[in-house]
C-alpha cells in the first residue's frame, strides 16, 4: 500500500518541523511538502497533490478559516486542523469542522513534545485520508429536523452512543431531534482536550434537550445529554436505581481517550437491557467489542448504513461481529432509539 501523501500548513517552522520529524519516522507516511501559509499551500496542493492536508488557523496573509471555505469550494481534499487547545482556538477549530474538515486537533505544548499526540495525529491523518470529500460535503448538508414533542412518557432507558470522523456532524443531526424528555444520553466523540466544551456548548445551542461537557459524578436523567471530556474515558456506573458517570484518565484504548469501547463495555455492566446503544461514523473499531457485550447483556443496538456515513469503519465493524439489532441510515438513527426507548 503506497504511502499517505501529506501537506503540513503552519505559519511555525518548529511546529512544520515537529509534525514533519514524526510524520517521516512512520513509513505509512510521506511528508510531500510544507507551507507556511495559504498562498505557498494552495501551490503546494497543485503541485503535489496530497492525500490529506493539516491546517493552522491563525496564520499571515490569510487566516485558515479563510483558507478552508475557499479551497472547499474550489479544490476540496481531506483537512485536519492542527490547532491551540485555547479555548479561542477551540471554538475555530469548530468553526472549521463545520466549514468542512474532517478532524481537529491540539497543537503540540509549548516544549513540542509529541507523546500521545502523535499517535492521535497518525490516527486523524490516516481517518481523513479514507474520507469521501463528497460524503463529508453530503454531511455537512444534513437538514435539521425540529425536535419532535415530548415524549409521551419518560423511561429508564438511556441512549449511548459513539463517534469518530464525521461525528460532529452525525451528533448535530442526532442531537436536534432528541425531544426535551428524551432518555439520559452518554456520548463518546473521538475528540481533543479542549475541544469538547465548545461542541458541548454548540449542540447545546440548538437542542431541545441540555447538553453538557461531562464532570466526574454527573447524573445521568432524562434531558440532559453529556459528552465525554477530550483527553478523558468516561464510564457509566450505578448507585441504587441512580445512573452517573465517572470521567477517569488512564490509558489510550485502541489508541483513542476516551474509548468508544470504554463506555459501552460500563454500559454493558450497569445498564444491561436498559440501554440502547447507537455507533455512528468514524474510522476503525473502537467501539464493535463493547457493542457486543451490550447485546449480550441484553441492550438494543443501533450502527449507522454505510450510505449515511462519512467513513463506515466503526459501524461496520460492530455489524461484522453482528454486534447490531438495526442498520439505519443517519436520519432515521434518532427515531428508531426513541422508539426502542419507549418499547421498554
Do not use: W
Amino acid at each position: 500500500m503506497s504511502p499517505i501523501k501529506v501537506l503540513i500548513v503552519d505559519d511555525s517552522a518548529i511546529v512544520r518541523q515537529t509534525l514533519e520529524k514524526e510524520l517521516s519516522a512512520d513509513p505509512g507516511f510521506e511528508v510531500v511538502g510544507t507551507a507556511p501559509d495559504p498562498y505557498i499551500a494552495r501551490d503546494k496542493i497543485v503541485a503535489l497533490a496530497p492525500d490529506v492536508m493539516t491546517l493552522d488557523i491563525e496564520m499571515p496573509r490569510m487566516d485558515g478559516l479563510t483558507f478552508l471555505r475557499k479551497l472547499m469550494k474550489h479544490h476540496p481534499i481531506p483537512v485536519v486542523v492542527v490547532s491551540s487547545i485555547a479555548q479561542k482556538g477551540s471554538d475555530v477549530a469548530l468553526e472549521a469542522v463545520r466549514l468542512g474538515a474532517v478532524e481537529a486537533l491540539a497543537k503540540p505544548g509549548p516544549a513540542y513534545a509529541i507523546g500521545d499526540m502523535g499517535i492521535q495525529l497518525r490516527e486523524k491523518l490516516r481517518s481523513a485520508a479514507s474520507v469521501d470529500i463528497n460524503r463529508l460535503k453530503n454531511a455537512l448538508s444534513f437538514e435539521k429536523q425540529p425536535a419532535p414533542k415530548a415524549l409521551v412518557r419518560t423511561t429508564d432507558k438511556v441512549f449511548v452512543v459513539g463517534a469518530s470522523t464525521g461525528g460532529t456532524q452525525a451528533l448535530e443531526l442526532f442531537v436536534s431531534q432528541l425531544p426535551p424528555n428524551a432518555p439520559g444520553t452518554v456520548i463518546v466523540q473521538h475528540m481533543p482536550a479542549g475541544f469538547t466544551k465548545s461542541f458541548s456548548e454548540r449542540l447545546n445551542s440548538i437542542a431541545a434537550v441540555e447538553v453538557k461537557e461531562a464532570e466526574d459524578q454527573d447524573s445521568i436523567v432524562p434531558g440532559k445529554v453529556l459528552i465525554a471530556p477530550g483527553n478523558f474515558h468516561m464510564m457509566v456506573q450505578r448507585s441504587g436505581a441512580k445512573y452517573f458517570v465517572k470521567i477517569k484518565e488512564g490509558p489510550l484504548v485502541g489508541r483513542h481517550r476516551p474509548a468508544v469501547d470504554v463506555l459501552f463495555k460500563s454500559a454493558a455492566a450497569f445498564l444491561g437491557k436498559n440501554a440502547v446503544g447507537i455507533l455512528l461514523t468514524g474510522m476503525g473499531k473502537d467501539g464493535a467489542e463493547g457493542m457486543v457485550a451490550m447485546k449480550d447483556a441484553g441492550a438494543q443496538n443501533i450502527v449507522q448504513d454505510e450510505a449515511s456515513c462519512v467513513v463506515y469503519g466503526m459501524p461496520k465493524a460492530a455489524a461484522d461481529l453482528n454486534a447490531h439489532h438495526f442498520q439505519l441510515p443517519l436520519q432515521q438513527v434518532c427515531g428508531k432509539a426513541l422508539q426502542l426507548a419507549l418499547e421498554g
